[in-house]
């Protein structure tokens, strides 16, 4: 197993980019589960995986984005939360091999927290707990907690983390700019430093923050790092998504986007990823930039 937070004070890591549209590409249905795919058609999401190995990544993010109970639920798959992630685990880890990182990947679980939801915070301590317990049954070697927008939600998946690991825990937020066009915060009103300092408190060794434009993540990281002092991570979109013909589209091909992002890698990120609209493509340039080889 890697360890990650040495892993980052050596060097900044390349990460990998998007899976949901890579398995679109493979035959993924709009619509359809993309955590089953860890067991119905496990080569293929391994084969992505390896795709991002070989174009030059130094770690993978796990197919477990929406694979906690509340998101399997809309599917009938709530009680299949076990086997799901420690087969997206495992798939990653054979892509990945030794040498290189995992990542367990976990998102927002699409419910709204007590009293503006249904349930309160120890339903969703209780079901990031299950998926993050098999996750590390899979063999990762950290968890990433991605894409969230509430900072009680943060402290629900941080909280869950640590009851079941001591492995390292990066999170993440999305900051998106304000009608000012300066200001950032999350959908639900976070503001950087706010996320970053509470983080901090409950523990987590990195952060940073994804799924916005280079642009307003290099304000985002600017921000991280005035205000702490552990390793920061961006993970951007290629560019701002578009509706055309009726599908999102991110039109950023892959040297406009190693153009767009090294204003993050002058600003000192020790983690560098690619989110919506990324490819294999869009990390082999990235990677050639940054003069390395797969």
């Not at 927290?113 to 049954?137: C, N």
């Not at 205000?227 to 040297?255: Q, R, S, W």
């Not at 986007?257 to 990120?269: I, N, R």
Request: aromatic letters at 4%; one cysteine or more; a negative charge.
């Amino acid at each position: 197993m890697t360890d990650l937070l040495a892993a980052l004070r050596g060097r900044m890591l390349l990460g990998d980019g998007a899976m949901g549209t890579e398995l679109q590409a493979r035959g993924l249905e709009v619509g359809e589960c993309l955590e089953l795919w860890n067991v119905e058609h496990a080569d293929v999401v391994e084969s992505i995986h390896r795709d991002y190995v070989e174009a030059g990544a130094d770690l993978v993010l796990t197919n477990s984005f929406g694979a906690t109970s509340f998101k399997l639920s809309k599917f009938g798959f709530e009680g299949r939360v076990g086997e799901l992630n420690e087969a997206a685990a495992r798939v990653a880890r054979a892509a990945a091999g030794a040498e290189r990182i995992v990542l367990g990947d976990v998102g927002p679980t699409g419910e709204l927290m007590a009293p503006l939801g249904l349930h309160d915070a120890d339903a969703f301590e209780a079901a990031f707990a299950e998926q993050i317990e098999a996750l590390v049954r899979g063999g990762v070697d950290g968890i990433i907690l991605e894409t969230m927008t509430a900072i009680e939600e943060v402290e629900a998946a941080v909280k869950a983390a640590r009851s079941v690991t001591d492995m390292p825990v990066l999170t993440s937020m999305q900051f998106k700019r304000d009608a000012d066009g300066v200001s950032l915060h999350t959908m639900m009103g976070v503001d950087v430093p706010s996320y970053a300092k509470r983080a901090l408190e409950w523990g987590v060794e990195v952060v940073g923050g994804n799924c916005s434009t280079p642009e307003e993540l290099l304000d985002v990281v600017r921000l991280l790092k005035e205000t702490v002092e552990v390793p920061v991570f961006a993970e951007p979109n290629a560019g701002v998504p578009e509706l055309i013909g009726g599908k999102t589209v991110f039109k950023l091909g892959p040297v406009e986007y190693a153009d767009a992002v090294a204003g993050l890698v002058e600003a000192g990120v020790s983690l560098l990823g690619g989110c919506c609209g990324t490819t294999p493509e869009h990390i082999r340039v990235l990677a050639e930039r940054l003069g390395r080889e797969a």
